[in-house]
């Protein structure tokens, strides 16, 4: 039904402001004293004409005020016309789709009822209310919509029953997809009936367009002041894959999605044994807890993170898997003998394997660590594809086949770290990012390489980020002892600011020092400092081997590998085997068989898996025997349960929202009238202002003030007695040449 509404209407008290100039006028307005004066009486017909004028600004300056005040109250009202679009006369059939919100937020519960149970019911009443004859239809918001027919139907028993089987998702809505669907079977015209928590994280992006100008949308919020949550959106582990007996550090983020602070309690079980912690969580905040572990056996595990119970039960456990190898192969490439001692190559690998270096071997496992060192004219793509980390030690040479190995190797998730030194730097990053289409590339250019004198102390580091990456460990005291350290050549560098944030320090001359980058699917992290005793004393210092442990740390750390979301179509990687007649087989949670599509072959195998529907492990099996693990939990955007207000304002549609009753409480769209009221509040007082410039009321003289002419001299007027008290049988009096001077003298 058409007409005017109100979106505050309790505002409307504020019209009682128009009623304050008049009130104000009648207040303040003079009051004179009328005294009688014959001869003054030629003075008031003379200026009788003025005073009507005088009276007619007055009106017209009171009405405008008026009219200001007025609309004022009414801008804070926020009034809307309701229009009749796709609406139809009572009684006729009605075009109509109701929009069910199907995703994971909707399995909230509270008293014992889900939001979509409530959500269902509302639809199925207000399918039950359409007349005979209309044609309607149902699409429930998923990760991708899904309407109950292909398109509208005349009948509504078969819709009312799909609505009624109809279950909520595990998957993250796209509501802006389902809006559309319902565009397109209304085909423009009609009415849309949506049923929804209307969470901010997926409804802000809904924008209603031009085309849904013949389209009325009626709005139903089910959980009218939201529903409260908090949920773990998060898991990560530093190392990603640890290597047996190596401490690890899982860490959980878990987000608050109430106005209240919370203490809740994160529980971790992995390996067979549990863990709890409490964790303070701020409103609508974020905070983060650390469970060390030490893994014993090699293969893959299985962990959960849970959280206790709350009306959405799906987001307070998510599954992580954790990858435990047998050893970690180090892959170092150089140009020099492993064997000289006064080469770098000798030292980076005693800080990374010191027993290793001390045997006098290229190959050695020492504590699970596989560290083989080969010079860079010996690269080849097996020990490239067999290795865990590459490292290149300065100087390094690489033709193009070799450096575009080393970048395919990085891009498919080996980290890479990267020891700039000597001539041989400049060319080393160019082949890579050349190779890579700048995938494998610093955020800085080296610009040239500088030199301190002999005597002189070197070049210090400036400022160094300890918040995290690969100097957290240097966060204490131990960021002095860094700071200390001196360097004799480093390169400087130019910076690109796009990815400024990714430099971890810098020396004191503004060149970047440290940086780690994301490159494909793994990371590099580029160090440009000496690792010659003749350059600095780092490989000197004890803390040359803990910040390379730190940056190897900082490189191995990640999120969930292999994980995925409900409703949408996701891959799993498995490290090739050498049986080709092995069968091959992927199981849900619940151990059913899942079908899948190898689509690439190589190093690596790639399966392609459809949309998964469970939350859980997801394990492939070559042999019978675990081949990699992969996870699938609930979106984080589904943890954040604050709604938003639906009535997506500034488009064309009429959009109204729905109470229990089913009564329209508001609208939005391009029905709106404040901004009428606010140009009506503009245009009065700019007129008052230009009316009190153009037009000024007559200027009168105070009561007790001396009329007269310039100077301050008195004039006189002929014909009056000299008795009064005058000179020359003049006395003083008004000017007969201003009627108004007449007026002011009558009133004092």
Known sequence: ????????????????????????????????????????????????????????????LLALRCLAAAALGLLFARPFLRSDAGAEAPGEPRRAVLVVDASCSMRAATAGVTLFARARGEAAEVLGGLESGSWAGVVFVGARPRAALPGLTRNLHELHDALIRAEPTLECGDPAAAMAL???????????????????????????????????????????????????????????????????????????????????????????????????????????THFAVVPSEPGYAVGEVRLGADGLGEDDRRVFTLRVRRALRILALGDREAADLSSPAFFVRTALAPLAARAGRDEAAVAGLALEYRRSQETDVQSLAAADLIVLVCPVTFGAPAAEAVARRTMDGAPLLCLLDGPTAPGLL????????????????????????????GERLGRIATGAGPLALFSGPEQGDLSRLAFSRHFQTRINEARAGEICAYFADGSAALALSPAGRGSALYANFPVDPRTGPLVGSPLFPALLAECVRALRSGTEPQGATPGHAWHLDVASRSEPDASWQVNDPSGGPVSFTVVARGQTVRLALPAASSLGPYAVRIGGEVAAVGTVNVDPRETDTR???????????????????????????????????????ALGLGLEMLLLSLWRAPRTVPSGQRMGGPGGHPRWIAGVSPASGGRDGRVPGPRASSPADGKAALDA
Request: hydrophobic share 45%; with cysteine; charged share 20%.
């Open 1 to 60: 039904m058409s007409g005017l509404g109100f979106s505050a209407p309790g505002m409307l008290l504020a019209l009682a402001a128009g009623a304050l100039p008049v009130l104000i006028h009648f207040l303040t307005r003079p009051r004179p004293r009328a005294i009688r004066f014959p001869p003054l009486r030629f003075l008031l017909e003379a200026g009788a004409g003025r005073q009507s004028l005088h009276r007619l600004r007055t009106w017209i």
């Open 182 to 288: 319902a565009h397109r079977l209304l085909d423009g015209r009609g009415a849309v009936y949506v049923f929804s928590d209307f969470q901010r994280t997926n409804w802000s992006a809904v924008r209603l367009g031009e085309d849904w100008r013949r389209i009325a949308c009626y709005l139903r919020p089910v959980a009218p002041s939201g529903h409260p949550n908090r949920g773990i959106t998060e898991v990560h582990a530093a190392p990603l894959e640890p290597v047996a007996g190596e401490p690890t550090l899982i860490g959980a983020t878990v987000f608050n999605a109430t106005a209240e602070p919370r203490q809740e309690t994160v529980r971790l079980e992995l390996f067979g044994s549990v863990q709890e912690k409490t964790l303070d969580l701020k409103p609508f905040a974020s905070a983060e």
């Open 430 to 457: 160019g082949a890579l990012a050349a190779a890579s289409d700048g995938v494998v590339s610093p955020p800085f250019a080296l610009v040239r390489a500088v030199e301190s004198p002999p005597n002189a102390p």
């Open 643 to 681: 709604e938003m207000r639906p009535d997506f304002s500034g488009g064309p549609a009429t959009v109204r929202i729905l109470t229990e009753e089913g009564e329209s409480l508001a609208a939005g769209g391009a029905s709106e009238l404040w901004p009428f009221c606010l140009a009506v509040v």
